[in-house]
């Protein structure tokens, strides 16, 4: 089992309510691996990166506790 530093429950509340610095702190955390998904034939694709990205910030609004 991977042993990874988990994002703090604050922190996911906060952007879920869309706080723009926890809104960040989700994204550096998981820059690693869209980094690692938007790779195309060896190399990084920006492209790819910043749809990822914009994907993830749009999970992150869309998220409820409530369920």
Known sequence: MRNKKL????VIEKAVSGEPEAVNAVLQHYSPRIKYLSKYRGHINDDIQDRLKAQLIKAILQFRFDR
């Not at 994002?7 to 604050?10: L, N, R, S, W």
């Open 7 to 10: 994002i703090p429950f604050e």
